[in-house]
Nanobody, 114 residues
Framework: VQLQAFGGGLVQPGGSLRLSCVVS????????LDWYRQAPGREREWVAG???????NYANSVKDRFSISRDIAKNTLYLQMNNLKPEDAGVYYC?????????WGQGTQVTVSS
């Protein structure tokens, strides 16, 4: 299973970004997928997840600002991030768990600064 995340960049506070994660190596529609992030000096934290049935969940810190979705035809996971705050900055990773282990994408950097 391989995951490749992209779409990060520099954005001003209050701005938006959409991250993408292309998944290969397994049947995408039966995969539960998550977004995590890690800021410098902090532990990696869970941000949002989407279950195989499409049900979504969010960390309280991003609820109502971020939206996780997927395009099964494109084997792609998304994270739409709106009203970004400086504390949202960090490296964002997509992740899935299959065969008893975690598979991570390489991460994409999000910088929120004026």
């Amino acid at each position: 299973v391989q995951l490749q995340a992209f779409g990060g960049g520099l954005v001003q506070p209050g701005g938006s970004l959409r991250l993408s994660c292309v998944v290969s190596g397994y049947i995408f529609r039966v995969m539960a997928l998550d977004w995590y992030r890690q800021a410098p000096g902090r532990e990696r934290e869970w941000v949002a997840g989407i279950a195989t049935n499409g049900r979504t969940n969010y960390a309280n810190s991003v609820k109502d600002r971020f939206s996780i979705s997927r395009d099964i035809a494109k084997n792609t996971l998304y994270l739409q991030m709106n009203n970004l705050k400086p504390e949202d900055a960090g490296v964002y990773y997509c992740k899935t768990n299959k065969f008893g282990r975690d598979f991570w994408g390489q991460g994409t950097q999000v910088t929120v600064s004026s």
